[in-house]
């Protein structure tokens, strides 16, 4: 007899944003010239400096097991680094470093969640938040946003969906947001705060995205702003989007100490720890800056300005300015109605651009938001303004 998958398994569903980039891969090998939209990943190499410290950790023979929480050189830098940009005060025992974000954010969840507890999730979410809450026999809750709030909830909401809810745990605060750019003001943040504070529930602080910011939009955490929130906050960060070492897999939790120590228990059964030539990597890649970060920045805000402008310009779509990441989120809704090729979802519009204009996005309905798609403009100009001219050629045809 074949062996039997389990349901949690069999509820599982791959992740949108891979299934894109591998279709988009499939058909680049397949000869096809594919403008890619779909993966969240700076297109820059990762600093020399970074590299140079791996190579010599390579040199120095540091390539056996560390401790699970990370190496204790690494935490230091974390705290520091938490200080010096957060004005935060953590101590090593209190963070525990992971193998990516995605896997920090999991072993935190492993370690508070029971079955049934309900996490809830604003929308639009980054999509393996609901599959991970799943996957512990949570339930996720979510704080649907659209456009006219620039994808943010309001604390009036928030309250108003606790007030239903019988077994309240978490709420997931992604900022700046992938999907849709959006960052939380210190005022926004202070008054989400309270009423977290009100129902003590506790918030995961996704923040890997926090040095990519523009304009006038500045990254604070819930913590920071609200200090009586420390104990009811766990931060989530890493190395993968501002130094560009997103195959690196290196994040990190920073949280209420019996927290993190029973989140590095769970870790110690899972994934042992993170690559020691990677922990050596962060450490040079926190404790220096030799203007990568900045630059990379610029060129963002340079790239986004450019793409969003152009979005706006397309008739019956709507695009908010995004303040952080690197994604636009457009809404492209009204072109699901009575267009002549039967696209009227998310996912048909994606399949049918791929495949017919040959650029690559991911449909919004992964992100909980079935009226937009998402461009990455983690890409070179020359491929914005060609993905920009397929991506309107593909609309007009629809009719």
Not at 14 to 43: H, L, R
Not at 78 to 90: F, G
Request: overall charge neutral.
């Amino acid at each position: 007899m074949p062996i039997t998958i389990s349901k949690r398994a069999q509820a599982i569903k791959p992740s949108p944003t891979m299934t894109v980039s591998a279709m988009a891969k499939k058909m680049t090998a397949e000869g096809y010239s594919i403008v890619n939209f779909g993966v969240g990943e700076p297109d820059f190499n990762t600093p020399e400096y970074i590299k140079q410290a791996a190579h010599q950790a390579i040199d120095d023979n540091f390539t056996r097991y560390t401790i699970s929480a990370g190496i204790l050189e690494l935490r230091q830098a974390i705290a520091e680094k938490l200080k010096r940009d957060n004005d935060l005060e953590y101590t090593p025992d209190e963070i525990i470093v992971s193998p990516g974000g995605k896997a920090a954010i999991i072993t935190i969840l492993t370690a508070i969640c029971d079955p049934g507890d309900e996490i809830l999730i604003p929308a639009p979410y980054w999509v393996s938040y609901p599959s991970q809450v799943e996957m512990l026999d949570g339930k996720p809750i979510y704080l649907p946003t659209d456009e006219t709030t620039n994808f943010k909830f309001t604390p009036a909401q928030l309250q108003s969906v606790l007030k239903s809810l019988a077994k309240p745990k978490a709420l997931i605060l992604n900022s700046p947001n992938n999907p849709s750019g959006a960052v939380y003001s210190k005022e926004e943040l202070l008054a989400i705060g309270k009423v977290c504070l009100e129902h003590n529930l506790t918030v995961i602080s996704d923040e890997i995205y926090e040095k990519l910011v523009y304009g006038e939009a500045r990254h604070y955490s819930i913590a920071q702003v609200l200090p009586p929130m420390r104990d009811n906050t766990i931060l989530i960060n890493g190395v993968s989007k501002a130094y560009a070492m997103t195959g690196w897999r290196l994040g990190y939790a920073a949280g209420p100490r019996e927290v993190i120590k029973k989140a590095s228990a769970v870790q110690e059964h899972n994934a042992s720890c993170v690559t020691s030539i990677t922990q050596k990597a962060a450490v040079a890649a926190l404790n220096h800056d030799d203007g990568s970060i900045e630059r990379m920045r610029c060129e963002f805000q340079k790239r986004r300005d450019f793409l969003v402008s152009e979005l706006q310009k397309i008739p019956l779509i709507k695009c908010p300015l995004p303040d952080g990441a690197f994604y636009a989120f457009p809404n492209v809704g009204r072109y699901y109605h009575k267009n002549k090729v039967g696209t009227n979802d998310s996912i048909r519009l994606c399949e049918y651009l791929l495949k017919e204009f040959h650029i690559a996005l991911v449909p919004g309905v992964a992100f909980g938001c079935d009226e937009c798609l998402r461009f990455s403009y983690a890409n070179s100009m020359e491929n914005l303004i060609e993905g920009i001219r397929r991506f309107k050629a593909g609309l007009e045809s629809l009719g």
